[in-house]
């Protein structure tokens, strides 16, 4: 008995003791770490008060409220760009007692230079002055930069890269047009910001996190991992999102994601991107004979400056065309492979092989989408029908119109596209449209109108050169119905419509800032 109780006596100095290290373990680390969170909050608070004094020196010395666009890439002149040109153009005629900036890091144009690719690729002026912050570490958000964890290395790449624009300039009310999530928090508490987003495309979405569990089927753990780093990052990516005051979203397929994602309904509206769909207006589409039509292309090509017979019906060239920046994600690769397998349905001879070309059109924003233009070169030569695959890169907006309007097909590859203005543009100019069978192409865009079809849609190389080879083969007048629907359908994205939603999301941020 007494034993045991000796054996129970000791049980409870040993435990009593490792409680006592336990605790001499624990309790530095405890105060450490308030001791750090002090700190880090002080230095938060520092930095918002010097900042927050910046803005009021500014405004003190006579300056207007000021509204700031993130958008580094201002000058790449695709479908992001024209937002942004339209959103300031709006913006501007509706607030004249506003200041607006915009965060480029293009470097090697000045500001002129970029405003006037802005009026040449869109056909959008300015109505007064915008001041440009050139930011100088670009490369931070560059995916060639992060080999591995990508969208994580972006991700705190464009933190500091918004650091370093909130330093230059210290704004009232801020923009994020392009996508970068994670500077809002920056701008919301370091700067004192308010704040507002464009999203054109989710950085991560669950479509993603499905392609994650697929791709490693014979390795479950790395397959595991994988799912909790996108997991993790898609939950951090909410909170930065949610800090948004407004929330703008491109297409229905974005809404869903950001939805999820964001859990933000309130804040959350569709604000479909600007479409020059009035560019493309004089078009003769309206008369349905055949002959009238024919005689109206002729003369808008005449006007456009073009040789080609842009005329509906039987031409004895049909171009097929592709508008889209020079990006992995376009899958021109599909659009190369696709129309090699449509040339040797059609065989050669009349009608055949050499009635047709494939005109890839799209802006290259760096060195590394040169290099992707060079390997898509390189790889029409080596299915043979490089004679037969026109590239036209950075065209000025008139080039691009003319093209459009000379095409049959307008054609689209790119899986789950945001929205797809590149499509619009094809309806709206008179051409008939093969997107891809996903994303906004398939929810907002090719969809049928007042009963009648739009377009078509396809999601392999084999559908791709079959759905070609029957617009092909339509008749003029079925081709020509199709058309008229499709211009009909794409009123709801001119730029008059996306002024309409843009302002009336930014309409209590717009009034908070200019009282």
Request: contains cysteine; negative net charge; proline residues 4%.
């Amino acid at each position: 008995m007494a034993g045991h109780e000796n054996h129970h006596h000791h049980f409870s100095l040993c435990f009593c003791d490792l409680m006592r290290l336990l605790w001499s373990l624990v309790m530095p680390c405890v105060v450490l770490t308030l001791l750090l969170t002090l700190v880090l909050l002080l230095v938060v608070l520092g930095l918002r008060l010097w900042l927050q004094g910046r803005r009021k020196t500014r405004r003190a010395q006579g300056g207007d409220p000021a509204l700031a666009f993130f958008h580094p890439y201002c000058n790449a002149g695709g479908g992001g760009e024209r937002v942004l040109w339209c959103s300031l153009r709006v913006l501007m005629n509706r607030y004249p007692n506003v200041s607006f900036v915009v965060y480029t890091g293009d470097k090697e144009v000045t500001g002129e230079q970029i405003l006037e690719g802005a009026r040449q690729r869109f056909s959008i002026t300015l109505p007064r002055p915008v001041t440009f912050v050139v930011l100088h570490h670009r490369e931070l958000v560059e995916a060639s930069s992060y080999p591995h964890f990508t969208l994580l290395g972006q991700s705190l790449g464009s933190m500091f890269l918004g650091w370093e624009a909130l330093t230059a300039f210290v704004p009232d009310l801020y923009v994020d047009s392009m996508g970068y999530a994670f500077t809002l928090p920056i701008f919301r508490y370091l700067g004192g910001c308010r704040v507002a987003s464009y999203v054109h495309y989710p950085t991560v979405s669950t479509d993603m996190l499905s392609v994650v569990r697929e791709r490693n089927p014979r390795n479950p753990v790395l397959s595991a991992v994988k799912v909790l780093y996108y997991c993790c990052f898609a939950l951090l990516y909410g909170l930065a999102g949610s800090c948004s005051d407004v929330i703008m979203v491109n297409s229905t397929w974005t809404l869903g994601h950001i939805l999820a994602l964001w859990r933000s309904p309130s804040r959350t509206s569709i604000v479909y991107p600007p479409c020059d769909v009035r560019a493309f207006l004089d078009v003769p589409l309206e008369d349905e004979d055949e002959d009238e039509v024919e005689e109206g292309w002729e003369e808008l090509g005449r006007e456009l400056g073009s040789d080609k017979d842009v005329g509906g019906g039987d031409r004895k060239c049909h171009s097929i065309v592709s508008v889209g920046q020079f990006r992995p994600e376009k899958d021109h690769q599909l659009q190369i492979r696709a129309f090699r397998k449509l040339l040797d349905r059609k065989g050669e001879g009349a009608g055949g092989r050499e009635s047709l070309r494939l005109v890839l059109i799209g802006g290259c924003r760096n060195q590394e989408d040169e290099e992707r233009v060079l390997m898509l070169r390189g790889l029409c030569q080596e299915l043979g029908v490089s004679d037969l695959v026109d590239f036209k890169l950075n065209i000025p907006f008139e080039e691009l119109k003319r093209e459009l309007v000379s095409a049959t097909i307008g054609l689209h590859t790119m899986w789950n596209e945001h929205f797809g203005i590149g499509v619009v543009e094809c309806m709206a100019a008179g051409t008939i449209v093969l997107a891809h069978k996903s994303g906004g192409p398939k929810l907002d865009i090719v969809v049928p109108h007042e009963g009648r079809q739009t377009g078509f849609l396809a999601d392999s190389e084999d559908s791709y050169a079959a759905a070609m080879e029957t617009i092909l083969a339509l008749s003029p007048s079925a081709r020509l119905e199709i058309r008229l629907a499709a211009r009909e359908s794409v009123g709801r994205f001119s730029d008059q419509e996306f002024e309409a939603c843009f302002m009336a999301a930014m309409e209590s941020p717009m009034r908070k800032l200019v009282r």
